[in-house]
Structures are given as structure tokens and as C-alpha cells.
T-cell receptor
Framework: AQSVTQLGSHVSVSEGALVLLRCNYS??????LFWYVQYPNQGLQLLLK??????LVKGINGFEAEFKKSETSFHLTKPSAHMSDAAEYFC???????????FGTGTRLQVFP | ETGVTQTPRHLVMGMTNKKSLKCEQH?????MYWYKQSAKKPLELMFV???????ENNSVPSRFSPECPNSSHLFLHLHTLQPEDSALYLC????????????????FGPGTRLTVL
């Protein structure tokens, strides 16, 4: 079975500060991992995905994530937060041989001026 | 229109009403999904369709009835809902597993905010 744990339902940072959103996964097979962002009253938008090609994945809006197999982690980072980054972020895992995406419970990011 | 569209964006209905949610994807995908997003709960997968055939029903109550007439359109027919069914209903699409040789991301619509009175 696969699962995803997002540590911290709320994260607050100052504008310009480092953003770190944590995601740990559990999977019995090599996983495919995703980060999605959801702005208020909108659907989910893909930020980036890991599909085993490279462990450091760069996404849109300056975000990146690093796959660490030894730590079963796929944390999302951005060097400098912007006010427009305020949103909810979801980590997800899939097996690749099914249609299912297993989502975490989400982390709400607040950015203060 | 591009991507995945959903109508209506907002819906208020009584428990005895019958209504339908519509999803349309313009991405040439053949897999489509319905999700339910409730406050403080993980995203719940409800149904999966591949090439118009239902391949997943995640123990969804029968008051939710999906329909997939073709690979571009997906409906969710609603009847005799309960207040706890109030949520954001999201539609998504992707290339199906058998066509992609590995993982492919799902593309989401903006959702329908449903309120059941």
C-alpha cells in the first residue's frame, strides 16, 4: 500500500524567506511523486513531479523538490517566498501501474510581508 | 477552452433535488476522475473512467451516479443528497496507464462548490 504524510498542516513564512514543505511517503514499489498547488476557489495545479529520471526536480514558480530514497522524503522548497505563493500544497504518490494518486492532507502556506 | 472545465462552479441544492455536474477535458486524454474535497480531509477519489469504462468506484454511495458518454465528457448525477455531501467536487483527466508506460500527472478542473441544504 502507498501513503503520504505531510508534516505541518500550516506553515507561515515571511516574504523573502525560505519555504520548506515536508512530505514523506510509503511505497512498496518505486514511487512516482508529485506536488500540486491549490489557490483559493481553484483546482489543483501541478508544480512538479518525480519519475526517477533525476532526484532533484525543478518545477514552476521557482519551486523544487528532492527525492531522498533513504529518508523516504520528497520535500518541497523555494529559496525566497513571494506573497503570491500563499496557497495549499499537496504531495501525492502513485505506483505508475495504476490510475490512483494518493494525496496527503495538504499544507497551507501563509506568507507575511 | 483549454484544459479541464467544470460547470457549474457553484451549486446549492436541497436534499430532494436532482442535479448534474459536468466536466469536459480538451487535452485528448482518455482517463477521467471525480474527486471529493471536504474541509480538513484528504482528497477522496470517487470514480475513475478509462476509455469511457468505469474502472474504479471507491465505495461511493449510490446517490452519486457518474456517466462518461465519451472520453472528453464526464458527468456526476446527484440525487437525494445529504448535507455532509457538501464539498468541492473536482474533475481530473490524464493519459491512461496503458498508454503512458509509467506515471502521468492528472490535470484538474477548477471544481464545483456544492452546498446541500
Amino acid at each position: 500500500a502507498q501513503s503520504v504524510t505531510q508534516l505541518g498542516s500550516h506553515v507561515s513564512v515571511s516574504e523573502g524567506a525560505l519555504v520548506l514543505l515536508r512530505c514523506n511517503y510509503s511505497s512498496s514499489v518505486p514511487p512516482y511523486l508529485f506536488w500540486y498547488v491549490q489557490y483559493p476557489n481553484q483546482g489543483l495545479q501541478l508544480l512538479l513531479k518525480y519519475t526517477s529520471a533525476a532526484t532533484l526536480v525543478k518545477g514552476i514558480n521557482g519551486f523544487e523538490a528532492e527525492f531522498k530514497k533513504s529518508e523516504t522524503s520528497f520535500h518541497l522548497t523555494k529559496p525566497s517566498a513571494h506573497m503570491s505563493d500563499a496557497a495549499e500544497y499537496f504531495c501525492a504518490v502513485s505506483r505508475g501501474d495504476t490510475d490512483k494518486l494518493i494525496f496527503g492532507t495538504g499544507t497551507r502556506l501563509q506568507v507575511f510581508p | 477552452e483549454t484544459g479541464v472545465t467544470q460547470t457549474p462552479r457553484h451549486l446549492v441544492m436541497g436534499m430532494t433535488n436532482k442535479k448534474s455536474l459536468k466536466c469536459e477535458q480538451h487535452l485528448g486524454h482518455n482517463a477521467m476522475y471525480w474527486y471529493k474535497q471536504s474541509a480538513k480531509k484528504p482528497l477522496e477519489l470517487m470514480f475513475v473512467y478509462n476509455f469511457k469504462e468505469q474502472t474504479e468506484n471507491n465505495s461511493v454511495p449510490s446517490r452519486f451516479s457518474p456517466e462518461c458518454p465519451n472520453s472528453s465528457h464526464l458527468f456526476l448525477h446527484l440525487h437525494t443528497l445529504q448535507p455532509e455531501d457538501s464539498a468541492l467536487y473536482l474533475c481530473a483527466s490524464s493519459r491512461p496507464v496503458r498508454d503512458r508506460g509509467g506515471s502521468a500527472e492528472q490535470f484538474f478542473g477548477p471544481g464545483t462548490r456544492l452546498t446541500v441544504l
